[in-house]
């Protein structure tokens, strides 16, 4: 039971990660796709924008399904960040689009790398299509409020299944976002790290998965500096267990004056064969 913002990817399709020229050059060569703590993003409402639309769908179905189980599903929301952090690699359904070129890719200089969908969800992450409509968003959490009450009527749920389905519910409104980020189309991969104890505080441990149809065993959680304040990622390698790379597509950026050969024989260079190269359609100086 979960809102309905899984990402299914069409037979063919391509998502896009917009970047600047140091971060291209560094998913070339390390061959990997960095994942963040999901609070550093851009955008200062993170989760808090979904937990907004969650007190509204709760206050609306106050009445209906009472204080005590929304005060269940409410404990289980707020305390999810002692259980789990997650981790958030952005890309976007629009490979070519001014506003994304502006924000993410330093200006029109940088790059927009096309993955294959179906090849880069084959990672450890769950990928969620982002909802940019208040209306929606509240629609979604009412109609999953409801039915998780219907099977509580049905039928008392223990306390490991309920906490399953709100914890769930909390990593999922990372899917939600303000409207005035609509114009970026975005899918949004997560990997959930955990939280153990450890000294007089506690520390990120990432968790076995798999990718590729592979298991594989945690990686390290590292940490950068933004603004003065650390902040935890996690670095995935989106190579195949032959070798293969995602990478379909790679968009030159409306200020980016670089040769399209040079970008071709830099990514044959370095492993990456096949990529279609071709410069932004945007008309930007």
Aim: glycine share 8%; proline share 6%; aromatic share 10%.
């Amino acid at each position: 039971m979960e809102l309905p913002r899984t990402y299914f990817p069409a037979v063919g399709s391509m998502l896009y990660h917009y970047c600047s020229p140091e971060t291209f050059l560094a998913i070339c060569t390390g061959k990997k796709l960095r994942f963040c703590d999901i609070y550093s993003m851009n955008d200062y409402l993170e989760m808090h924008w979904g937990y907004q639309a969650w007190e509204k769908a709760a206050t609306q179905l106050l009445d209906q399904v009472g204080v005590d189980f929304l005060n269940r599903i409410d404990a289980i929301l707020s305390g999810s960040g002692r259980a789990a952090l997650p981790l958030a690699s952005c890309l976007s359904t629009d490979g070519d689009t001014l506003s994304q070129w502006r924000a993410y890719s330093q200006d029109g200089l940088g790059f927009c790398i096309g993955f294959d969908a179906e090849m880069i969800l084959r990672l450890p992450v769950t990928p969620l299509r982002v909802c940019y409509s208040e209306v929606e968003q509240v629609t979604e959490i009412a109609d999953f409020i409801l039915e998780l009450h219907k099977r509580e009527k049905q039928g008392p749920i223990d306390d490991d299944t309920f906490f399953a389905h709100a914890f769930k519910l909390a990593m999922d409104l990372s899917a939600y976002k303000n409207p005035a980020f609509g114009e970026e189309k975005e899918v949004r991969l997560i990997h959930l790290v955990g939280l153990e104890e450890s000294g007089r505080s506690h520390r990120l441990v990432d968790q076995p998965g798999r990718a590729f149809g592979c298991e594989h065993g945690p990686l390290p959680v590292n940490f950068m500096m933004k603004q003065g304040s650390p902040v935890p990622h996690l670095d995935l390698s989106f190579i195949g267990p032959t070798g293969q790379s995602p990478i379909r597509q790679v968009i030159v950026g409306p200020k980016n004056q670089s040769l399209l050969t040079s970008i071709s024989i830099m990514l044959e260079t370095l492993g990456i064969p096949g990529v279609d190269v071709i410069r932004s359609a945007a008309s930007y100086r």
